[in-house]
């Protein structure tokens, strides 16, 4: 599979792009033997929606940190790319101004700032604008009715006393009014039951139908949220590199097989992607990987 062609039929460049990333946590000390991400390697497209499974322990939440530059962990080998520049030295602030959003699978608490302040001060920031905390509550009214949020929600202190629910919740209306141009979704259904997995989920689709370039990446544990968001490919996470990527069918797959099917030597390893050269050559031409 090839790239969409520009007007003047050159490959378009993807979005968003990690090359043979390496990374470990910043106090380890012995090397290549500590590192969590070994030589991971993806391609979102403008618009894509990239889900990423895995067991616990194989890195996914480490990848969604490192993306962001969390000061936790170091990148030891490779680089990211977003939108053609290389960003791998770029500081979190930076990155997130720049147009990647990514939505913690455990939000913080943050005591004495409202929901409200947070918004508008993140919106400041991220793309210049200086509204008015009337103006922005208005904005924010209709995505917290999409969202099933009460009206009293942005005054409340962020994150604090929150139920999951409502934590998850608020990630999603701050990627709608933030508007990103790549979204990282850390286990956004964690702690969810179905209820609010549908509202989350709903959110998510309605937010892509107003940004329909905006890419995503959907790191997650389950199926259930890529039954409600049917991802355009998904990939399998394990010890710290993608053994496999494919579409629903590789969800359903690992549904059936379990990720010990996907482990070396497992069944679930015919259907890995290409050795490490093969791969190069893919993002070489402009393919995703």
């Given at each position: 599979?090839?790239?969409?062609?520009?007007?003047?039929?050159?490959?378009?460049?993807?979005?968003?792009?990690?090359?043979?990333?390496?990374?470990?946590?910043?106090?380890?000390?012995?090397?290549?033997?500590?590192?969590?991400?070994?030589?991971?390697s993806l391609e979102v497209?403008?618009?894509?929606?990239?889900?990423?499974?895995?067991?616990?322990?194989?890195?996914?939440?480490?990848?969604?940190?490192?993306?962001?530059?969390?000061?936790?962990?170091?990148?030891?080998?490779?680089?990211?790319?977003?939108?053609?520049?290389?960003?791998?030295?770029?500081?979190?602030?930076?990155?997130?101004?720049?147009?990647?959003?990514?939505?913690?699978?455990?939000?913080?608490?943050?005591?004495?700032?409202?929901?409200?302040?947070?918004?508008?001060?993140?919106?400041?920031?991220?793309?210049?604008?200086?509204?008015?905390?009337?103006?922005?509550?208005?904005?924010?009214?209709?995505?917290?009715?999409?969202?099933?949020?009460?009206?009293?929600?942005?005054?409340?202190?962020?994150?604090?006393?929150?139920?999951?629910?409502?934590?998850?919740?608020?990630?999603?209306?701050?990627?709608?009014?933030?508007?990103?141009?790549?979204?990282?979704?850390?286990?956004?259904?964690?702690?969810?039951?179905?209820?609010?997995?549908?509202?989350?989920?709903?959110?998510?689709?309605?937010?892509?139908?107003?940004?329909?370039?905006?890419?995503?990446?959907?790191?997650?544990?389950?199926?259930?949220?890529?039954?409600?968001?049917?991802?355009?490919?998904?990939?399998?996470?394990?010890?710290?590199?993608?053994?496999?990527?494919?579409?629903?069918?590789?969800?359903?797959?690992?549904?059936?097989?379990?990720?010990?099917?996907?482990?070396p030597g497992g069944s679930?390893?015919?259907?890995?992607?290409?050795?490490?050269?093969?791969?190069?050559?893919a993002v070489a031409v402009?393919?995703?990987?």
């Open positions: 599979m090839t790239a969409p062609s520009t007007p003047s039929g050159a490959p378009s460049a993807p979005l968003f792009r990690i090359e043979d990333l390496h990374a470990r946590p910043v106090e380890s000390v012995d090397g290549a033997g500590s590192e969590i991400l070994r030589g991971l497209g403008a618009g894509e929606v990239h889900a990423i499974m895995g067991p616990n322990g194989s890195g996914k939440s480490t990848l969604a940190s490192t993306l962001l530059a969390s000061p936790e962990y170091e990148v030891t080998k490779g680089r990211i790319v977003f939108q053609g520049d290389d960003i791998t030295d770029w500081p979190t602030d930076v990155r997130a101004k720049s147009g990647i959003f990514l939505a913690f699978q455990y939000p913080q608490e943050i005591a004495g700032v409202s929901v409200i302040q947070f918004l508008r001060q993140a919106l400041s920031a991220r793309k210049g604008i200086d509204l008015s905390v009337l103006e922005l509550r208005l904005a924010t009214m209709d995505w917290m009715k999409r969202l099933g949020m009460d009206s009293s929600f942005v005054d409340r202190y962020l994150n604090e006393g929150f139920s999951g629910g409502e934590k998850k919740r608020n990630e999603i209306m701050q990627m709608a009014i933030l508007e990103p141009e790549l979204a990282i979704l850390d286990e956004t259904d964690s702690g969810l039951d179905i209820d609010a997995l549908r509202i989350v989920a709903k959110g998510i689709r309605e937010v892509r139908a107003g940004r329909p370039n905006m890419g995503v990446v959907l790191i997650t544990h389950y199926q259930r949220l890529l039954d409600e968001l049917q991802p355009d490919h998904v990939h399998i996470l394990v010890d710290g590199r993608i053994v496999a990527s494919g579409g629903m069918e590789l969800a359903a797959q690992l549904e059936r097989d379990g990720y010990e099917a996907f482990r679930g390893a015919e259907v890995a992607p290409a050795p490490e050269a093969e791969t190069a050559a402009g393919g995703p990987t």
